[in-house]
């Protein structure tokens, strides 16, 4: 693969964002999809995923989110055959604290050897000496929960000190759980559910952007449901666009420091993404978009 594929795209909406000393575009591409039904087992089009991640590489991105979870183990396998050797302008950011059931399950899994175990097969799936960035997944699937981080995450500290990690960040967490975390050791990025109709972590967006940590929601169309919200299907026929472009558009107009990773198994609708998320909203569709999370317009669903 030649290294001008991989060079970022002026088209490439949003610009670039710092994580750590890495840079990567604020569009980026959340892998989770390419797995097979339910995010189990292999794509039934395995020839289709690489041409995904392919093409994701072609349009300029450089943020590529992952996890060994999924598949399990699945879409890193993907992103090696596809990619590797990557270029120094790719970086690959990856999960864990989660592993898979066989009914389909996220049961966590943070305990010390759970989590040097993950690292291990992050490393060996990716076919690399070190992972860019790796998130510890909190919680469980219905959301963030309290409670002290300290063990899981020291673990990954002392894994970036042995040079396995070179950036970490925290996912599905509170914000107490973020504090805690940078009370332990720096990150560079925090990554929770998301989007225009579910904005719960606004202040926290806002206080993060002020420390120059990026913000990555995860379903930010929506999830396994499509967000659907009458004001933003209305602001979108005004525009001529889907409402999924404006609702990615409007989330890179939120804040500087949030990174787009929406996920997709087509490269048609990647591109699509791509170019929806660059449209130009005026200050009025951005005060009646911004109306919908406080509100909840009638309609208004976020996953």
């Known amino acids: 693969m030649s290294e001008t594929m991989n060079t970022p795209s002026a088209s490439l909406p949003g610009g670039t964002w710092t ?90 899994a943070r305990q010390p050897e759970d989590l040097r175990r993950a690292v291990r097969e992050n490393l060996q799936d990716l076919g690399l000496d070190a992972l860019d960035v790796v998130n510890l997944r909190l919680g469980d699937a219905q959301g963030p929960r309290p409670g002290s981080l300290a063990e899981p995450f020291e673990t990954l500290v002392e894994l970036q000190r042995q040079g396995l990690i070179r950036h970490l960040g925290v996912s599905n967490a509170t914000a107490e759980q973020v504090a805690e975390a940078q009370a332990i050791a720096p990150i560079v990025c ?13 202040e926290l967006i806002d206080d993060l ?24 299907s209305a602001v979108a026929a005004r525009l001529d666009a889907t409402p999924m472009s404006v609702a990615l558009a409007w989330l890179l107009r ?16 990647l591109r699509e993404n791509a170019a929806g998320a660059g449209l130009l909203l005026s200050g009025d569709e951005l005060a009646e978009l911004n109306k919908i999370g406080s509100r909840r317009d009638e309609g208004a669903t976020a996953v």
């Open 190 to 202: 925090v990554q929770n559910m998301y989007n225009l109709a579910y904005r719960q972590d606004d």
């Open 209 to 232: 952007a002020d420390k120059g940590i990026a913000y990555v929601p995860f379903f930010p169309l929506g999830g396994f449901t499509p967000l659907q919200s009458t004001a933003l």
């Open 254 to 269: 939120r804040s500087p420091n949030i990174l787009l990773i929406p996920g997709t198994s087509s490269v048609a609708h």
């Open 19 to 108: 994580l750590g000393d890495l840079t990567v575009t604020r569009f980026g591409y959340g892998a989770m999809q390419l797995a097979g039904p339910g995010v189990m087992g292999p794509p039934a089009d395995h020839d289709g995923a690489l041409a995904v991640l392919r093409e994701a590489a072609a349009l300029g991105i450089t943020h590529i989110d992952t996890a060994g979870a999924y598949g399990p183990r699945v879409t890193n396998q993907l992103i090696r055959e596809a990619l590797h050797p990557y270029p120094a302008s790719l970086h690959i950011v990856t999960k864990v604290g989660a592993v898979r059931d066989q009914q389909g399950g996220w049961p966590p």
